[in-house]
Structure formats: C-alpha cells, structure tokens
Nanobody, 129 residues
Framework: QVRLVESGGGSVQAGGSLRLSCAAS????????MGWFRQAPGKEREFVAA??????????YYADSVKGRFTISRDNAENTVYLQMSSLKPEDTAVYYC????????????????????WGKGTLVTVSS
C-alpha cells in the first residue's frame, strides 16, 4: 500500500519560511517523479513544484508563482521529498499536497496533473500579513 505523509505545515507571517516534508512508503521511490500541489479555500488544486525521478537527473520544475521562492528536493535514501518555502506571501495560504507519478520529467508532472498516481492527505500552510 502506497502512503505519502506530509508534515511541516503551520502558521507563519508574511516573509517567513517553512519546510514541508513528505515521507513515502510502499513504492520504489527513486522511480517516481515527486511533486507538490496546493489548494486554497474556494479554489482548484494547482501545481507548485516537481522533481524528476532519479533516472532523469533530478531536474526540477516550478509554477511561475513560486519560482525563486520555493525549492523542491528529494532524498532517495530516506524516501522523502521536501519543499523549502521562503519569502512566503498570504496568497501562499493553502493545503499543500504531496504527489507521486511515473512521469518522464518534472515538467510533465506539472502539466499532466490528472496522471498523478498517488496523493497525500495534505498539510495546511497559513501565511498572515
């Protein structure tokens, strides 16, 4: 059984930082592209960042709204993917979801989101002004 468990969410003031973690189990982690999505209240879920599977060099891809502020990384030895978030803005407030999929590239995960294989249950990030 595949499990993706997010942690690290919380409340922070604008300009602050948070690091989200997603621990994966039940899958061959290094074979999967991993990503983060978010859903703000009243809005649809949107792509945030992705990192390719190990065989594709671990390349990354970001939504324009977070480029330069967020960094995605992975530790294949620990089966964990991270999202370092800096310079947070109130509009970053959302439930953040971890995702895994057999995509050939990080960019593919960002553009073919309905092909994600597994989702976590999410962790809430609240940014106050």
């Amino acid at each position: 059984q595949v499990r993706l468990v997010e942690s690290g969410g919380g409340s922070v003031q604008a300009g602050g930082s948070l690091r989200l973690s997603c621990a994966a189990s039940g899958l061959i982690f290094s074979n999967y592209a991993m990503g983060w999505f978010r859903q703000a209240p009243g809005k649809e879920r949107e792509f945030v960042a992705a990192i390719s599977w190990s065989g594709s060099g671990g390349s990354t891809y970001y939504a324009d709204s977070v480029k330069g502020r967020f960094t995605i990384s992975r530790d294949n030895a620990e089966n964990t993917v991270y999202l370092q978030m800096s310079s947070l803005k109130p509009e970053d407030t959302a439930v953040y979801y971890c995702a895994a999929g057999l995509f050939r590239s990080a960019q593919a995960m960002g553009t073919i989101t309905n092909a994600v294989d597994y989702w976590g249950k999410g962790t809430l990030v609240t940014v106050s002004s």
